[in-house]
């Protein structure tokens, strides 16, 4: 049985797909203004109700009942988080996986924010982040695999909004002005575009990255320059030097040969070194459906992994 933390485009597209492709129960939904509870879980009409509310409306959506959300632990195992990042101190995700764990549910999340600023609180908890770097592309699994082999660098494309703005410039010659302008019309830029201009999001991804690998970054230790185009093959880098524990998110202007190169518009790539190995894995960064399906592949592990509890 699930809780939905959120229920905007991600929540919404992982109910279609939890519905459409599982068995798995959802029995309660939370957005900004509150939630709803079954806790034997929606019927088939009562998740097409929920899905057609509005933002901000499923406490009024007539579904279930209104609950608050500790009232949903006790009918639940896996709360999923699609609320969004609040990299100010991570709340009020933070407070709500302190709350979910400690009532024995396994929390499964795409919100970057509680990883990138307490990562360590939440190591070796039933928290699984899969959905946090690269969505649709499992670079977190490739980290948590390469453990035991001492990393020493991560370097990587890993926001793919700011790529696409620096690939219009540079491979169809549009004016830096231009591009930002065509992606915000896109909607490809966060309701706060410091998250992405600023290399708050790719900053957030480097250091889950590390710590994957565990290396105990935080998210202060990456200095940040904002998205600037610098002339040919400017790309925004996200590196971390993890012996040294130095970190930056900037515009960089790469050589010809270059691999990450070939991660274009809103292709992402990392580039994982550790002592006895190089690794790079290129695909997508993000995306509703890509998300949910990390999200599915995440719920789907939390479930195996209680049962052999
Ligand atoms: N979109 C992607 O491709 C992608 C990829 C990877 C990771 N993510 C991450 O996934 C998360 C969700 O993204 P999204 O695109 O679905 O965002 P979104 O469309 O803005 O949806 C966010 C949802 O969270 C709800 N919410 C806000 N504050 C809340 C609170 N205090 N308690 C409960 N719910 C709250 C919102 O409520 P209202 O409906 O009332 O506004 C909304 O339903 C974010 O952390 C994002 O960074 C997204």
Redo the contacts with the bound molecule.
């Keep these: 049985m699930l809780i939905l ?9 992982l109910v279609e797909v939890v519905r459409s492709r599982t068995d798995l129960k959802i029995s309660a939904v ?4 509150g ?1 709803v509870l079954k806790c034997g879980g929606f019927e088939k009409p009562e998740i097409e109700a929920l899905l057609r509310s ?5 406490s009024r959506s007539g579904v279930g009942s209104p609950a608050a ?1 500790e009232e949903a632990f006790r009918c639940a195992e896996v709360l999923v ?5 609040n990299y100010a101190d991570g709340e ?2 933070v407070a ?1 996986y302190r709350s979910a764990l400690k009532a024995g549910l396994s929390i499964v ?5 509680p990883l990138a600023l307490r990562f360590q609180e939440f190591e070796g908890k039933p928290v699984y982040y899969k ?2 770097v690269m ?1 649709g592309t499992p670079v977190v699994d490739l980290a948590l695999g390469l453990r035991g082999q001492r990393p020493l660098g991560i370097r990587g494309i890993l926001n ?1 909004t700011t790529n696409y703005i620096l690939s219009r410039v540079d491979l169809d010659g549009l004016s830096f002005a231009d591009a930002l302008e065509e992606a915000k019309a896109k909607g490809y830029v ?2 706060d575009p410091a ?1 992405d201009l600023e290399g708050l ?1 790719a900053a957030a991804k480097l250091v889950i990255l590390a710590n994957a690998l565990g290396v105990g970054l935080s998210l202060g230790q990456v200095r940040r320059e904002p998205l600037r185009y610098l002339g040919p093959r400017t790309k925004y880098v996200a590196e971390a030097d993890l012996e040294r524990g130095t970190a930056r998110v900037s515009p960089i202007q790469l050589g010809p040969d270059d691999p990450l190169l070939s991660a274009r518009y809103s292709t992402n790539a990392v580039e994982i070194t550790t002592e006895v190995n190089e690794v790079r894995v290129y695909g997508k ?4 459906l ?2 949910s399906l ?1 999200l599915l592949n995440d719920v789907l592990r939390a479930a195996r992994e209680r049962r052999c509890r």
Excluded: C, H, Q, W
């Design positions: 933390y959120g229920f905007g485009g991600v929540g919404r597209t939370f957005d900004s203004r939630g509005p933002r901000g409306g499923v959300l988080d699609v609320s969004p990042p009020p995700a709500v999340t795409a919100n970057k924010a959905a946090t969505a793919g966060e309701p998250i999001d960064g993000a995306g509703r890509e998300t990390a």
